[in-house]
Nanobody, 120 residues
Framework: QVQLVESGGDLVQPGGSLRLSCATS????????VGWYRQGPGKQREMVASITSTGSTYYPHSVKGRFTISRDNAKNTVYLQMNSLKPDDTAVYYCAAGKYYSSTYYPDYWGQGTQVTVSS
């Protein structure tokens, strides 16, 4: 059974940093592409980063240069380092395990989410 558990969400001031963790069951990080998504208040869920089983990464323009996704295969964990946080980054952050087909990501499994609040 595939399980993903996020942690690391917190209240942080604008300009601050956080590192989120996505702990996975089994050999997920070497078998699936793992994506980080977020859903802010009144907004649609959006992808903010992904990393494939071969290490290729993707970031949308909104977070490029501020967020970094990485993984530790030995720990079956994927991380999201978030720097220079803005109030607009406030959201519930989710990790997902899935596959890329023709450059489109299809998540198959989701974690329960972790709250990130950026506020002074």
């Amino acid at each position: 059974q595939v399980q993903l558990v996020e942690s690391g969400g917190d209240l942080v001031q604008p300009g601050g940093s956080l590192r989120l963790s996505c702990a996975t069951s089994g050999n997920i990080v070497s078998m699936y592409a793992v994506g980080w998504y977020r859903q802010g208040p009144g907004k649609q869920r959006e992808m903010v980063a992904s990393i494939t089983s071969t290490g290729s990464t993707y970031y949308p323009h909104s977070v490029k240069g501020r967020f970094t996704i990485s993984r530790d295969n030995a720990k079956n964990t994927v991380y999201l380092q978030m720097n220079s946080l803005k109030p607009d980054d406030t959201a519930v952050y989710y990790c997902a395990a899935g596959k890329y087909y023709s450059s489109t990501y299809y998540p198959d499994y989701w974690g329960q989410g972790t709250q990130v609040t950026v506020s002074s």
